[in-house]
């Protein structure tokens, strides 16, 4: 089985470009939704014991948004935050691959950190989700109802398009429209799906 990180920028079209991957029975590993359950569930409490009880909400939940506060503006707060929950997430993905079925071809695991995490180590080869600065930030204010001033805030902790060129495999530029995308996504399918393990560096 080949093992296939997908990245890219902030609103780049990584999760966009997953589900329409899955609608073709590609298994998917989505870490950013798993760190966030375990940053409310198992991590919770030892982020709290770091972060302190100001990055709890009234009911005493993890308030999602401070502890973003925090760390989108604090890169040591970010590395701190990262050592707890990383990890974690690198064992659901180890537990997840186990229980794919022997017959897979092909499997794709999509991570916003995938090479600051180190995650990319997993991965056979490594897609990234491209698209102008513009767009990212536009499709994010929309998909979030949030301001241009939190979105570069975010922009400014990820990788430039010249570090992603230069650390991935292959590209999908993902400035058209949602059916251009569909085609793309078509395109590495099957591309993907003629792939073997590279091997093994020395
Ligand atoms: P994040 O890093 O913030 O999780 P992401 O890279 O996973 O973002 P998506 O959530 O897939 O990005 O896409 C961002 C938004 O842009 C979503 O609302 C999605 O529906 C929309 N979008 C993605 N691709 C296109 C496209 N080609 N045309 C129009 N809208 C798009």
Known sequence: MVMIGVTGGIGSGKSTVCS???????????????AREITEGPARQEIVSVFGKEILDTHGALDRKSLAGIVFHDAGKLDQLNAIVHPRVFDAFQEWRNSL??????????A???????????????LAVMADEAVRIERTMQRDG???????????????TEELLELSDFQLQNNGSLSDLAGKVSFFAVLFSTLTPPPEQS
Do not use: H, I, W
């Open 101 to 110: 079925p022997a017959s897979t071809t092909y499997a794709l695991a999509e």
């Open 20 to 34: 329409l991957f899955e609608k073709k029975n590609v298994p998917v590993f989505y870490a950013d939704a798993v």
């Open 146 to 160: 949030s301001d241009e001033t939190a979105v570069r805030a975010r922009l400014q902790n990820q990788l430039s």
């Open 112 to 126: 916003a950190l995938m090479f600051e995490s180190g995650m990319f180590q997993s991965m056979d080869y490594v």
